[in-house]
């Protein structure tokens, strides 16, 4: 996917500066234009929002100055990355600048590769800043999260393992609380195996270990690994399509990608139900689908479907834990491998998963 075009407001009284500044940009950038500072405070809020503000110093009514003070005062403004443009060259006034919260100055007459130049050095340095706070917002989320879910399996094992220790129990009676405190760690442990990938996928740190495999032949080990499961709950889980054509895969990565899709499907079916998983190839695609009679994918809550941290409006049928994030991470490792995930209702009920991987093995590490 390409990335969009970052949004440059130019500020400036004089028409020659702004033909110009409009005449470098516009090829590599979405231009605004704003002849006084009231118009660039209107514009500094418009949609799109600018990325970046190239600002003139003597400007009549407003100057420069009280312009970047009041973006710089307001929240929804104040972290857009301002430059000034002048024709000015002392001292007093580029501290005078950078104290209000510009960020670099540019002299006129325009040197065109010194423009260009700062402003994508300082495009790059918001978007860093920017994947950061994104980065800092997730961390605060797993933080809460944890804490939130470990919270109460931590106190079913120390309550239980408290039993353990201190009563006269039944051979029947220790059977069962050793099963619970088992099911209670395996909860935990989904957790955060979930949280360490999510953590691993945002960091940029996610290699993928690529090498020819048959498709079919996993999604059958998975599935005879998931019957014991669907079993418990009534559900039958049956396998169509044949052998598929070698295309290069991360085992372990699809592998997860398959049991996430499938512990779904177990999840949200209810008992006496059929989950149908499909392996097979179109225009040059291998695809694998997984094939659900639970109760769907509302159309307005579908966007969110694959984001993290979402619970949706329905629940499992059998009171299952979910963190939120399975989802996110299958559509995460689907797209390193190049592929395609997707999700559409069934006619009669239930949810179809399509995952698409290309055949021509042309993919690259991430």
Known sequence: ??????????????????????????????????????????????????????????????????????????????????????????????????????????????????????????????????????????????????????????????GLSEILLTMELSDEERHKFTSTIHDVGMQMLHLINDLLDVTVIESGHFDLDLRPGNLHALVEGRLALMTGLATKKGIAIQLEGGETPPVAFDKERIAQVMDNLLSNAIKFSPPGSTITVCTGQQKGKIFVRVMDQGPGIPDQERERLFAAFQKLSARPTGKEKSTGLGLSIVKRIVEAHKGEITVENRPQRGAVFSVLLAMDGSVSKK
């Open 1 to 158: 996917m390409m990335e969009e075009r970052a949004t440059i407001l130019i500020v400036d009284d004089e028409k020659s500066n702004i033909d110009v500044l409009v005449g470098l940009l516009s090829d590599d950038f979405r231009t605004l234009v704003a002849k006084n500072g009231e118009q660039a405070l209107k514009r500094a809020v418009s949609d799109p929002k600018p990325d970046l503000i190239l600002l003139d110093i003597m400007m009549p009514i407003m100057d420069g100055y009280e312009v970047c003070q009041r973006l710089k005062a307001e929240k929804n403004t104040s972290g857009i990355p301002v430059i000034f443009i002048t024709g000015r060259s002392n001292v007093e006034d580029e501290t005078r600048g950078l104290a209000i919260g510009a960020v670099d100055f540019i002299r006129k007459p325009f040197n065109p590769n010194v423009v260009l130049a700062r402003i994508n050095t300082h495009l790059a340095l918001q978007r860093q800043k920017n994947r950061l706070i994104e980065l800092n917002d997730l961390k605060n989320k797993f933080l809460g999260m944890a804490a939130h879910d470990l919270r109460s399996p931590l106190n079913s094992i120390c």
